[in-house]
């Protein structure tokens, strides 16, 4: 869906984190207690914003994602593509490939309750 895009129309999206569901941690909602999966904000620990990897097209955007590193397979199976100040010029002109690995990018994670 977004291959065009990805050769094309490559953007960055700056966030304070992202939240993700885990992949199998469930427990009863306060509000209707119906099973819901415990939700993690994840942030970078040297840095206010983070920077992810997306791609445009006709006014909507997606966020492109990858392999989980050490610090999200647990909870999580993708993780976004998030990218250091010097690599953004790669993703947007560059040979981007080499950007979906992320496992080096450390990654702080807060439960948040519900």
């Known amino acids: 869906m977004w291959e065009d895009s990805l ?12 939240y993700e569901p885990h992949k199998s941690e469930p427990h009863p909602s306060l509000k209707t207690g119906k099973p819901i999966k415990d939700q993690y904000f994840f942030r970078l620990p040297s840095a206010d914003i983070l920077m992810m990897a997306g791609v445009y097209e006709e006014g909507h955007f997606s966020i492109m994602t990858t392999e989980p590193n050490r610090w ?5 199976p993708r993780m976004p593509v998030i990218l250091r100040p010097e690599e953004l010029d790669t993703w ?7 950007l979906f690995d992320r496992s080096n990018v450390e990654l702080q994670a807060q439960k948040e309750t519900a």
């Not at 050769?7 to 992202?18: A, V």
């Not at 999200?72 to 999580?76: A, G, P, Q, V, Y």
């Open 7 to 18: 050769e094309h129309r490559r953007c960055i999206i700056p966030s304070y984190g992202f």
């Open 72 to 76: 999200m397979r647990d909870i999580h």
């Open 92 to 98: 947007l002109h560059g040979n981007y490939g080499e």
